[in-house]
């Protein structure tokens, strides 16, 4: 009996790490991603844009995988507080909300950094929005 519970707990332990290895791969890929998307020629942002990158692939990769959980679970959970029973929202609903959020503020912040350095490149070429709102 004793053994069996043993080879379950190394069982558990090796999925743990076998996903975890798995998401940190994930990460990496989105890593490569995002930095390819928000390359700059400016040396001195490259270190920030890079930091910025590594927080957005974590944050969307957590954010897939709270969603993930999500929809294998249920959107309301049943709560029984003392005598009283009622159905409230799924406590990741609010995790999921702030990862995305998160997320968000951060590829905003990326998009900003590169727009400065992508629109002083291309001072020259008239923005296709302006010359139609100018005609």
């Known amino acids: 009996m004793e053994k069996k519970k043993e080879k379950d707990k190394i069982t558990e332990e090796e999925m743990s790490k076998r996903k975890l290895a ?3 791969g994930r990460i990496t890929k989105e890593y490569k991603r995002l930095t390819s998307l928000f390359c700059v020629s400016q040396d001195d942002k490259t ?3 890079k930091k910025l990158c590594a927080r957005a692939s974590f944050l969307l990769i957590l954010a897939e995988d709270i969603e993930k959980n999500i929809n294998s679970d249920n ?6 507080n003392a005598s009283q029973q009622f159905t409230k929202a799924n406590p990741l609903m609010k995790d999921y909300r702030d990862t995305v959020k998160s997320y968000q503020t951060v590829v905003k912040q990326l998009c900003d950094l590169t727009k400065n350095d992508n629109s002083s490149a291309g001072k020259n070429e008239p923005d296709e929005l302006e010359s139609f709102l100018n005609t």
């Open 75 to 80: 959107l309301t959970v049943l709560t029984i």
């Open 22 to 24: 798995a998401r940190k």
């Open 47 to 49: 270190h920030v844009i």
